[in-house]
């Protein structure tokens, strides 16, 4: 049996020795579970441990999960998936979070399907740091009219940016995102959030002022 308890302490040592190398307080950088692909009881098994945020990628999967955990009215859910226009209204409805957003239509369409709730929907803006063509995320160019069209959007709060650097990503790249994020957060005042970092770069995205780390592996294992 994999020790999820076990796998949570040791990850949040990482999480704290990462920020004491970049003079930075641990209790800034939030841990995300990311526990896609992964059955409920490893879930519950993480919030026995204490864990609350948990980040899903799948739409219909997750939805199954939330409604199956719903009696833990303290977990707040995380979308980080590609998302699907067709999607939107499921993911508006059943999240707290949202950090994969990264084109118009789709922030329009979860600000719709957010209307009528007790909660405005937060969000992240993906960006594609590496510019590769395969990736999602918003090119850093294409910001500007992407943050343009969410400030009309009174359902959604700008919380902050999203990146998954490419496997090897050298620490250049993670400061890119940083120094945009730092630019960014002086003019939209609701950013506080800079989503990246997963099992295999935690380190870097510390260094570079993350803010919420996604762990996957290094709670739940690997994913087959
Ligand atoms: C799967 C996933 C993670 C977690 O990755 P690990 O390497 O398992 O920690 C983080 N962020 C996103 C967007 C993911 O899809």
Same mark, same amino acid.
């Given at each position: 049996?994999?020790?999820?308890?076990?796998?949570? *302490?040791?990850?949040?040592?990482?999480?704290?020795?990462?920020?004491?190398?970049?003079?930075?307080? $641990?209790?800034?950088?939030?841990? &995300? *579970?990311?526990?896609?692909?992964?059955?409920?009881?490893?879930?519950?098994?993480?919030?026995? *441990?204490?864990?609350?945020?948990?980040?899903?990628?799948? !739409?219909?999967? *997750? !939805?199954?999960?939330?409604?199956?955990?719903?009696?833990?009215?303290?977990?707040?859910?995380?979308?980080?998936?590609?998302?699907?226009?067709?999607?939107?209204?499921?993911? $508006?409805?059943?999240?707290?979070? !949202?950090?994969?957003?990264?084109?118009?239509? !789709?922030?329009?369409?979860?600000?719709?399907?957010?209307?009528?709730?007790?909660?405005?929907?937060?969000?992240?803006?993906?960006?594609?740091?590496?510019?590769?063509?395969?990736?999602?995320?918003?090119?850093?160019?294409?910001?500007?009219?992407?943050?343009?069209?969410?400030?009309?959007?009174?359902?959604?709060? &700008?919380?902050?940016?999203?990146?998954?650097?490419?496997?090897?990503?050298?620490?250049?790249?993670?400061?890119?995102?940083?120094? &945009?994020?730092?630019?960014?957060?002086?003019?939209?005042?609701?950013?506080?959030?800079?989503?990246?970092?997963?099992?295999?770069? &935690?380190?870097?995205?510390?260094?570079?002022?993350?803010?919420?780390?996604?762990?996957?592996?290094?709670?739940?294992?690997?994913?087959?």
């Amino acid at each position: 049996m994999i020790a999820i308890k076990d796998n949570i *302490a040791a990850v949040e040592l990482q999480i704290s020795s990462a920020c004491q190398h970049a003079k930075r307080n $641990a209790n800034e950088v939030t841990l &995300l *579970a990311v526990s896609k692909t992964k059955p409920i009881e490893l879930l519950e098994q993480a919030y026995s *441990a204490g864990q609350r945020n948990f980040g899903e990628s799948y !739409v219909q999967e *997750a !939805v199954e999960k939330i409604t199956a955990l719903q009696n833990k009215t303290d977990i707040t859910w995380h979308f980080i998936g590609p998302i699907q226009t067709n999607k939107t209204k499921l993911i $508006a409805s059943h999240f707290s979070w !949202v950090h994969s957003v990264d084109r118009i239509k !789709v922030a329009k369409r979860l600000n719709e399907h957010r209307s009528g709730q007790d909660t405005v929907l937060n969000i992240c803006l993906q960006v594609n740091i590496s510019g590769e063509l395969s990736k999602s995320g918003v090119l850093p160019q294409e910001l500007p009219a992407l943050l343009a069209a969410i400030e009309n959007c009174d359902n959604l709060c &700008l919380r902050g940016l999203m990146a998954i650097p490419e496997k090897n990503a050298s620490q250049a790249s993670f400061i890119e995102m940083q120094n &945009l994020f730092l630019k960014l957060k002086k003019q939209y005042l609701s950013m506080d959030t800079l989503s990246m970092g997963m099992s295999a770069d &935690l380190q870097l995205a510390i260094n570079a002022g993350s803010t919420m780390v996604r762990i996957g592996s290094a709670i739940f294992g690997a994913r087959s």
